[in-house]
């Protein structure tokens, strides 16, 4: 079996254990697998399968000139970290990588093996995929653009990355520390149209 078609097919089965909160007994026959994966039924989900590998790899593709790096799954069940994830890491020390698996083990790699980085994590589910933007330093935070809104037009400032301190939020900060916090959010603040490929200076000012 090609590792395409073994992936597809390792794909398509958690898609359909989970939409039918489905689970295989530990000792059951792989015959039995492979003959529900053969039947007609099943091709459903060999299709949406198909789509969302196809997804990935031009994923990978847009971005070739990076290493990748394949992280194993660690054995351990669960939602938590569960998602297929393409870590796009680009770090000042190392350049941009690439790291792949799943959300748990890849997170837990990017910290392990960088610093001084922003990551975007393209998580796969399903047949669809969203996007984590983090900041290496737990003290600055990346905003998103805002795509849509059904309260009307979008801000023009709103339409763009930002790269900022995160400001504390609790409940026993004072209104004078609450808004020093946010005016010096506010000075040191990058925005952007689209986030850089690499780590530029301006980043070690977080």
């Known amino acids: 079996m090609e590792q395409r078609e073994k992936e ?13 909160s489905f689970t295989f007994k530990p000792d059951v026959d792989p015959a039995v697998i492979q003959k529900l994966v053969d039947s007609e039924p099943f091709q459903e989900y060999i299709e949406e399968a198909t789509k969302q590998y196809d997804k990935r790899q031009q994923a990978l593709e847009v971005n070739k000139t990076y290493p990748v790096v394949e992280v194993p799954r660690d054995g351990r069940r669960g939602m938590m970290g569960g998602a297929y994830v393409l870590a796009f890491v680009y770090s000042k ?4 990588v ?3 698996g ?3 083990e890849v997170e837990r790699y990017v910290e392990k093996n960088f610093t001084h980085y922003f990551v975007n994590y393209s998580l796969w589910y399903m047949g669809s995929h969203r996007d984590i933007w983090q900041f290496w330093n737990k003290g600055a935070i990346i905003f998103t653009p ?3 809104s059904k309260r009307g037009k979008i801000d023009k400032k709103d339409r763009t990355f930002k790269v900022r301190p995160r400001c504390d939020y609790s409940w026993d900060v004072s209104k004078e520390e609450y808004e020093r916090q946010h005016k010096e959010a506010d000075e040191k603040e990058l925005v952007f149209k689209r986030m850089p490929k690499r780590w530029i200076p301006e980043f070690d000012n977080f």
């Open 8 to 20: 597809i097919r390792e794909l398509a089965l958690k898609i359909f254990k989970r939409r039918l």
């Open 93 to 96: 020390y190392k350049g941009n």
């Open 98 to 100: 690439v790291v792949k």
């Open 102 to 104: 799943y959300m748990r």
């Open 146 to 148: 805002t795509r849509s």
